[in-house]
């Protein structure tokens, strides 16, 4: 050991080789240079002592929408990442139905660009995998994985652009061929297009087009809208071999389906979104929130079953889906929802409703960091320098006031859409302090850091499993 070091923060509580660990994590040139026990301080620049308030890895959030370039009115990368901060977020992959969409390596590396010159924490992209023959030049040029819709909207042409949708089974067997040449990842919305389509119509026939018929279209069926193009990617998965990552799950028939593609061996992840967890879990929401909240309805039996794979440890992933639109954009949902876009912005909120969740008992902080760090990293193939705190990794670290009681208040937020579906929702648990490679980047919502100081990050290597 030779110091000084240039930051030193102690806890006794710090996250760590799976354990909590009662001393330093001591930061040399944006890196965790050593794990120091109480005990006397060794030298450094700046100390922040934080008591015994829990110490845990930077969260990764591997799916959200920054909605730029393109879409810049409803969020940009400069507000989005802004947000990420305040909420403990220090590294995102954003999606890419964006315009243009990143399906080519020159509009990736332009997208790149772009963010590079806005982002306050770490990025990667997740680069659009429609065209199988650009596939492997977007991985050279560093593509954390693709992301390809199985979805195009009917009545509204964003957010599921045509430009970024594939339903066609043979392009989609292509698309799964090349990424697996790759070695990265496939992440899939899984969707069935006919039968939404089938859905859709019978919808607007029987209830007409306000929210609430939008959202029972959704899960008719009993949710085979989903489980058939959950099914259809299994079966490509097994063909083809290729990482498989599937989004958004939500439905019963979808955890069985993976937990046995699991059982299995098979190479396939999934992700669960604070949505459906939190929000759009109650027919209830959907009354009172309509449009804001809706996306997709989870009925309660799903949502359960969300939960289930939350707890036991068959999903790999908690990602926001962050999903901003603006309130005029919204609006016309009360009467036509098909006419306004889906989603809702998350990813300032998130971490705190799960703090919250652990204090109610509903699962544990570890695997909460689990869920929202380490195997993020993993899935993206930053592990180990991002989501863990250990030597060598980045410093991103969140410091958490397991205690504090607060409302959520959209005035209090980053989000240039101005609103949440979780308004007036009263939490216990907030992340306070989040630093970002050595550097103090939000304190008490304050967002500290500068636009263009985060870094692009690229996969160190082909991604393991989580
Ligand atoms: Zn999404």
Redesign the pocket.
Known sequence: MSGPYDLLVRSRRIYSSGGWFDGYVAVRDGRIAALVAAGPAPASHDVIDVGDRHVIPGLVDT???LRDPGFTHKEDFETGTRAAAAGGVTTVFD?P?VTPPTNTVERFRAHVENAAAKSLVDFGHNASGTIPEEIRGLAEAGATSFKVFMMTDIGRDY?HMPGTAVSDHATLLRICEEVAATGLTLYI?PHDQALYELYTQRAWQEWGRDFRSYARAWRSGDGIILDSGIATMLEMQRATGVRLHL??MSTIHGFEMVRAAKEAGRAVTIELNPFSLFVTNTWDAIEQLGPYCLGMWVPEAHAAAAWEALVDGSADVIAT???PHTKEEKEVGWTDMYAAPG?SPMIQHYLALLLDAVNAKRLTLERVIQMCAANPARLTGLYPRKGVIAPGADADLVVLDMDRDWVVRAADSYYKCGWTPLEGRRLRGAPVLTVRRGAVIARDGEVLADPGSGRFVRPLRVAPQP
């Open positions: 799916h959200v929408h999606m139905n957010p919305h989004l958004h889906d962050h999903s989603g």
